[in-house]
Nanobody, 115 residues
Framework: QVQLVESGGGLVQAGGSLRLSCAAS????????MGWYRQAPGKQRELVAT???????NYADSVKGRFTISRDNAKNTVYLQMNSLRPEDTAVYYC?????????WGQGTQVAVSS
């Protein structure tokens, strides 16, 4: 059984910063991809950033230069540092873990950015 526990969401003013964390536990294949997705009200869930266990990262164009994804493989934890936040970043942010064709999601954490 794999579990993902997220933390770090909240309310922040435009231009501010937040840091999200997601800790994975359970039977996890060493080669995996951890990442963050988000879903705003009335919109589909979209990719924010991913980080492979080998060190490769990928970002949505909308967050490049503002968000940074990092991970601690020893702790099976992924982080998302979000700077220069904008109202359009408001969404529920979901942690994601993928390996050997399996796909796991966290419960989501709300990020709200006021203008």
């Amino acid at each position: 059984q794999v579990q993902l526990v997220e933390s770090g969401g909240g309310l922040v003013q435009a231009g501010g910063s937040l840091r999200l964390s997601c800790a994975a536990s359970g039977s996890i294949f060493r080669s995996n991809v951890m990442g963050w997705y988000r879903q705003a009200p009335g919109k589909q869930r979209e990719l924010v950033a991913t980080h492979t266990s080998g060190g490769s990262t990928n970002y949505a164009d909308s967050v490049k230069g503002r968000f940074t994804i990092s991970r601690d493989n020893a702790k099976n934890t992924v982080y998302l540092q979000m700077n220069s936040l904008r109202p359009e970043d408001t969404a529920v942010y979901y942690c994601n873990l993928q390996f050997v064709g399996l796909n796991y999601w966290g419960q989501g954490t709300q990020v709200a950015v006021s203008s």
